[in-house]
């Protein structure tokens, strides 16, 4: 079974009086493990395919399994439930709380999941030293280096242990030599096994990830990478 299965997903807005249809009979199979990218130009649908995979929005229609547990009609509560169980993600501009030191901006998933000190202070140091930054964790956001700033975000992401991790342009406010460090943070967790989704325009980063899902016009295009077998990508 699929790790999250998506069949026939359709995303309609209504804009003054215009139907706009930003996803248009998605369905597609992600197994856990997978390092993925899905790309596209600006105002393709990746974003909304994003949002909706990660739980942050819900479609219009058709059926979306995550773990194999029917989710699109989950209530608003319910999902927040399972991005914070299941879903860690990572953004272009970090959001980092900047009052706040980089120790205390990990352990914040935890928070809402009913952890205790001890135990969030613990997962919040295990998951810095995966990115290289115990020795930050005393500092506030503002002291950091942008990379830095989008290693602390990575380290959030790990936390709670998710089954998927998004990153949204996670390079797209980095500098080419910091960016590819973020790049090779990804690849060392997608060896250790864990399931990663970049969503980005760039084809350059999306070169890095085995597999490509290409989305235009609210569909998923021709494969960019033909010869990768098992991979169920389908439009409408």
């Known amino acids: 079974m699929a790790l999250l299965e998506l069949r026939d997903i359709r995303k309609v807005y209504q804009l003054g009086g215009e139907e706009i249809r930003a996803l248009d009979g998605v369905s597609l199979d992600i197994d856990g493990g997978e390092f993925i990218s899905i790309i596209g130009p600006s105002g393709s649908g990746k974003s909304t395919l994003m949002h909706i995979l990660g739980c942050l929005d819900t479609p219009s229609s058709g059926t979306i399994r995550l773990d194999g547990m029917e989710i699109q009609n989950a209530s608003a509560r319910q999902l927040a439930q399972i991005r914070n169980r299941k879903i860690g ?24 999941a009913g952890m205790t000190a001890r135990e969030r202070h613990e997962r919040a140091m295990h998951a810095l030293k995966i990115v290289n930054l115990e020795n930050r964790s005393k500092h506030r956001p503002l002291q950091l280096s942008g990379g830095q700033q989008q290693r602390v975000a990575i380290a959030r992401a790990l936390v709670n242990d998710p089954r998927l991790i998004f990153a949204d342009e996670p390079t797209g406010n980095l500098d080419s030599h910091t960016g590819e460090m973020i790049l090779e943070t990804f690849r060392q967790l997608h060896r250790e096994g864990r399931t990663i989704i970049i969503v980005t325009h760039d084809p350059e980063i999306a070169a890095v990830t085995p597999r490509r899902i290409e989305i235009r016009d609210g569909k998923i295009a021709e494969k960019l990478d033909p010869t990768l077998a098992g991979i169920k990508e389908h439009t409408a």
């Open 89 to 112: 993600f990572v953004f272009q501009f970090f959001n980092l709380l900047p009052k706040l030191n980089v120790l205390q901006n990990v352990e914040l998933p935890m928070i809402y």
